[in-house]
């Protein structure tokens, strides 16, 4: 008898066994989906707030000392440029990157960092320059996105 009850507690420790480490492993395995989806929620969140910065300027109308502050809070970020189109250049002038908007918006191509863009910020201050950005004007802002989906550039337009 004593050798029969061994039997029965050893059967019954190695089921425990085998459940604790099945209970063990489903519980990893939910874990590990619930941290796929947490890290992908994470990774949302953080690229639209990187892009926030760019947001504000999304179609809004804005004045001419405000373009001028946007040039110079972005003139650093990498791949990303602005382009301003004032009553005496109707032709715009790109600052900081120049960015491919010749093709149309369904091209791949439309969006992309082509170089380092001609304009100087000295040019928005002097009135003498056709790129003089008059203070008091008006600008209406429109966003540059590639085929990513990223903000690649700013556009102001002179009303």
């Known amino acids: 008898m004593s050798n ?38 994470f990774s949302n969140i953080q690229t639209e707030l990187s892009q926030t910065a760019f947001t504000v300027y999304d179609n809004t109308t804005l004045s001419g000392s405000q373009v001028v502050n946007a040039l110079r809070k972005f003139r650093d970020v990498d791949q990303f440029g ?30 992309t960092v082509v170089g380092v863009a001609p304009g100087l910020i ?17 600008f209406r802002a429109s966003l540059v996105l590639d085929s990513s989906n990223v903000i690649r550039g700013i556009v102001f337009r002179q009303q």
């Open 122 to 138: 000295a040019q928005t201050v002097d009135e003498a320059d056709i790129n003089y950005v008059n203070p008091s004007g008006k």
């Open 82 to 111: 602005i382009q301003i189109f004032t009553g005496k250049n109707p032709a715009g002038q790109w600052y900081g990157k120049t960015i491919n908007t010749s093709v149309p918006l369904d091209n791949v191509t439309y969006g």
């Open 4 to 41: 029969a009850q061994k039997a029965l507690v050893m059967a019954a420790g190695i089921f425990l066994a085998i459940a604790l480490i099945t209970l063990a492993v489903v519980l990893f395995a939910s874990a590990q989906d619930s941290t796929k989806a947490g890290q992908s929620n």
